[in-house]
């Protein structure tokens, strides 16, 4: 209740103290307190997809896409560097083994794949467990990304001028052009199926135990919207 009593020169102090000292003691995160002052504390952007079932989708044409598991990942390319982030933020320190493959995927843009990092061998997931992908021989390590997204965008939190559709089949064409120069790739593809109706997607679903349903105009933001969901059939 404190910032409906204060005046705009006085939000940032106390922003600030509570982000230093008092967040943790009061329980203020930065998501209870943009709720009652709007992007006064701006958290890392990863879009996230909410529990629902499927028969209340309602947002077509939309892909169907297996629920991934394993580390969430941001590869950021930007002004020919690469940084891992997990969804947090929190930097990974010690993968720089595959930068040159994501400076080729990029295609000399400043942009942001989206995905889980996995243990994998001879194009087997072995192990998806957060502390166990972390730890392992960056040389195990593969990439399954979903979505990319305009580094601008993403550090501004939004990106309104291309919907999914667009972006995923940029993704594939990206993966495409970098071939030549990664024979071999770290990264795939999250497969997905596209539906167009409700009829269709009862009927694609059942192949489903557990999915992620989005729209294809669905455009990028951080946090959670109705058309993105995870169902599931079980």
């Not at 072995?126 to 601008?152: G, H, M, Q, S």
């Not at 009927?203 to 669905?218: G, H, R």
């Amino acid at each position: 209740m404190a910032f409906l009593h204060i005046c705009e020169k006085q939000a940032p102090v106390l922003l600030s103290l509570i982000n230093q000292t008092l967040g943790e003691q009061l329980g203020l995160t930065p998501e209870l307190i943009n709720r009652v002052w709007p992007n006064s504390i701006h958290t890392y952007p990863i879009r996230e997809a909410v529990e629902s079932k499927y028969t209340e989708f309602d947002n077509f044409p939309a892909s169907v896409q297996i629920y991934s598991q394993g580390l969430r990942v941001n590869v950021i390319v930007y002004d020919g560097t690469v940084s891992y982030r997990q969804k947090d933020g929190t930097v990974i320190e010690g993968w720089t083994h595959w930068n040159q493959q994501f400076i080729n995927l990029a295609q000399g843009q400043n942009t942001v794949f989206d995905g889980h990092a996995v243990i994998a061998k001879d194009n087997k997931i072995l192990e998806t467990d957060n502390a166990k992908v972390l730890e392992a021989d960056i040389e195990d390590i593969r990439f399954i990304f979903w979505d990319v997204i305009r580094y601008d965008g993403f550090v501004h939190g939004e990106d309104t001028r291309i919907g999914y559709n667009w972006r995923y089949n940029g993704l594939e064409h990206m993966m495409m052009l970098a071939y030549a120069k990664n024979p071999e790739p770290c990264y795939d593809i999250l497969k997905a199926e596209m539906v167009g109706s409700k009829e269709q997607l009862e009927s694609t679903i059942k192949n489903y135990s557990k999915a992620v349903i989005k729209s294809l105009d669905n455009t990028w933001s951080n946090g959670s919207t109705e058309n993105e969901i995870i169902s599931s059939q079980k």
